[in-house]
């Protein structure tokens, strides 16, 4: 027989599987990336979840694994811990919360553990829904929004072990100096002037991206770079990147 575990956890994805039935990703702290079957978990039936599983929540859950084949774990106990209330009420906060969980599923392997992207996902959540400043700016709170995003693809990526290369050409390993360089998803990194015409893929990295010194400013234009690399890693597009970008080009 299965053991339990109990674990504390962020819910990715919520999906209606059956009539009383949900399927539940979540990211727990000790299991990485599971997919659970809440029965008798849908909003409006009679249940013993009784305020249902929502997405962006943390909580305490205990679940049965999968087996074998089998794909699916059970879902037997979830206690929300924080509902992170106070990002649902800021649209820059919500999409960035929205693109951080859908980034995990695809880029991570079924329980296969990552302690570092819990407790990263976790601090943006919580930064995420900190408190209100109600006098900053737009392009202050923006701004904010950015870094926090940010270091979160940067975390994910240093965890799954595909942080591309950002201080020195993947080729002639030259140091960048931050101008004129182009950046390849399939070379993993920047390519100097010399280097880059062997690669059909590469673009040029917009100014103030790179820094002088190697590395990403905290920028729009950053996070831009890192989702296209995300997207070639992962073989797919995010369906919360747009939505966010536009609410942060919002002034
Ligand atoms: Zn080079």
Redesign the pocket.
Known sequence: MLSKRTEEAVVLRVSDYSESSQIVSLLTAGSGLVRLIAKGARRGTKTRFSAGVDLLEHGTLTFVPAHGDAGLGNLAEWAQRDAFAALRADLRSLYAAMYAVELVPPLTEEYDPHPGLFEGLLTLLRGLSGPPQPRAAPADRSAAVIAAILRFQVRLLNEIGLMPRLTE?V??R?PSTGAGAYFSALAGGL??R??EMHHADKRRVPPGVLSRGGGLCVTAGAVELLNGYLMHVANRRFESYGPLQQVLRER
């Open positions: 050409c080729e002639c030259r390519l100097c010399d280097c």
